[in-house]
């Protein structure tokens, strides 16, 4: 990771690839990155889009998403999870 940016204007994915970009510039990277690691949203994805760079997404989440679904389809288990979820949550 190379910067962690808020942006006050909000997450389109022309804000994200403009800063992006920018981001490349700071540390002479243009032309030299071949892929972006992302988590599956349609912004991320549409902002690799604009700057031309394969977008790839991260399996760590990837995987958590399908956990979260299988928890939720399995009666009895979203329940579990529910709990597990606030433990997480306190000592976050």
Avoid: Q
């Avoid at 690839?17 to 991320?44: C, H, Y």
Wanted: with cysteine.
């Amino acid at each position: 990771m190379l910067d962690c940016s808020v942006l006050a204007e909000g997450g389109s994915a022309a804000k994200i690839a403009e800063r992006v970009r920018e981001i490349m510039e700071e540390w002479n990277l243009n032309g030299k990155v071949i892929g972006i690691v992302t988590d599956n949203g349609t912004n991320m994805i549409a902002a690799c889009d604009l700057l031309g760079i394969p977008n790839l997404r991260c399996a760590a989440h990837t995987l958590n998403l399908c956990v979260k679904d299988a928890f939720r389809a399995s009666d009895g288990a979203c329940e579990v999870y529910d709990h597990l979820s606030t433990i997480v949550s306190h000592f976050k």
